[in-house]
């Protein structure tokens, strides 16, 4: 017996049309652009030489820029399951019998959709499987998750130029009206009508939003049963990477622990107690993690500027900052530019809300500076290094 492959005849139902495709398709849209700019914004922070200076102020703008990448990207995934189920029959469509410059046309349009389709699936699931820490991926996550972010906004440009005529049309008529672009085979009901489906779409959206923005939005923390982090940890702060994880509980919490400034051939070496007699700050600064979650706290230790004074630098200078941690690979040494090393809010903290800093986050000492991606944060400082 011979299967016949899917026709786009076979798929009947009133609700795979474009009235349905061109609504959910700029929700989509709207999140896939919302994701690209925030996501752009979060990639150039964690650029070692900016241009142009990444801001220090607000010291919450991070927390909020990257907890709406993270939640617009989740709430793309039902919009996108929607759209691809709606337009899926076209899958199946023969071109019919063309001029060959029409011939083309139509071969690179199939091309840039499924580009679109192909770099779409890419972001959503590797995003979401960052966020959930589940690193399966063979390469660099941030470099791969940034090209393809191009690859996809290009091809969503292309996508949107070439569907123009048909997104106006359907968005300008009511949505169950079956007008000029429907293919002439979906007439049957489907199991909803098609308000139905766009009802329940922006429900699973509103559900995944819901679900996950716990992770940064404390006042959601109840409902939100599928964020990542809790909000929980030792002193209230979640806790990305713990430091038996790390291998720094022996050095932690050794006496012989300095932490070495240099500026030049000037060095000093500061134990605990030397920066705990230094001038003691207070600074209300949240930990916004690349991975969505996001918490704040109440951090208290010695003025970055201070202990830069103690080697003759002048606080607006580039420092590279290491930890003593040393299965990296990742994050345990990064450049503070000096729009951070100059501000008075950036802190080597020694406390966090009222307590001696926790081992898991970072005792004996570590960076904290305002609007700061969570990852430059470093934990278990050895060294600080004035940059030439
Ligand atoms: N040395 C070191 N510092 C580090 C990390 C790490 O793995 N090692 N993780 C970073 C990441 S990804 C985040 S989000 C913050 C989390 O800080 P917390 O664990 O105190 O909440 O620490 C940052 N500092
Ligand atoms: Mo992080």
């Known amino acids: 017996m011979k299967v016949a492959a899917p026709a786009p005849e076979h798929f009947t139902s009133r609700l795979r049309s474009p009235a349905v495709a061109a609504r959910v398709g700029m929700w989509l849209g709207i999140s896939f652009g919302i994701c690209f700019l925030t996501g752009l914004l979060s990639h150039y922070a964690q650029n070692t030489s900016q241009p142009i200076p990444f801001p220090a102020s607000p010291s919450w703008g991070y927390r909020v ?15 996108l399951l929607v759209k691809l189920w709606t337009v899926f029959p076209r899958l199946f469509e023969r071109p019919p019998s063309m001029r060959a410059r029409q011939l083309l046309l139509t071969g690179l349009e199939r091309v840039s ?3 679109l389709v192909a770099s779409a699936i890419f972001m959503l699931t590797s995003g979401l499987t960052n966020t959930a820490s589940w690193y399966v991926w063979g390469f660099g ?3 791969a998750h940034y090209a393809v972010a ?9 996508h949107i130029a070439v569907k123009l005529p048909v997104i106006r049309e359907a968005l300008l008529n009511d949505v169950e009206a ?3 672009h429907d293919r002439p085979t979906a007439v049957e009901a489907g199991v909803m009508s098609r308000r139905g489906l766009l009802r329940t779409t922006w429900l699973a ?14 006042l959601l923390r109840k409902v939100s049963v599928l964020a990542v982090r809790s909000g929980d940890g030792p002193q209230g702060i979640p806790v990305n990477r713990s430091a038996k994880a790390a291998g720094v509980t022996v050095t932690a919490v050794s006496d012989a622990w300095r932490l070495t400034v240099s500026n030049g051939d000037q060095v000093v070496e500061l134990s ?4 705990l007699a230094m001038p003691q700050r207070t600074e209300t600064l949240p930990i916004a993690c690349v991975e969505g979650w996001s918490a704040s706290g109440e951090w208290t230790g010695v003025r970055l500027g201070d202990v830069l004074a103690l080697v003759g630098a002048d606080a607006a200078s580039d420092v590279t900052i290491s930890s003593f941690q040393e299965n990296g690979p990742y994050y345990t040494v990064n450049t503070l530019q000096k729009s951070f090393a100059g501000d008075d809010r950036t802190l080597l903290a020694l406390g966090l809300n009222g307590e001696a800093l926790a081992l898991d986050h970072g005792y004996p000492c570590r960076l904290v500076a305002p609007n700061r991606p969570g990852v430059l944060q470093t934990k278990w400082l050895g060294s600080i290094e004035v940059q030439a």
């Open 272 to 275: 605990r107690p030397d920066l």
């Open 65 to 79: 820029t990257q907890g709406l990448h993270v939640v617009t990207g989740t709430a793309a995934v039902p919009l």
């Open 205 to 218: 959206g509103g559900a995944a939003v819901l679900l996950t923005a716990g992770a940064s939005v404390p």
């Open 113 to 115: 959709i499924l580009v």
């Open 150 to 158: 191009w690859v996809a906004i290009g091809a969503l440009l292309v």
């Open 178 to 180: 079956t007008h000029s």
């Open 141 to 143: 996550f941030r470099a």
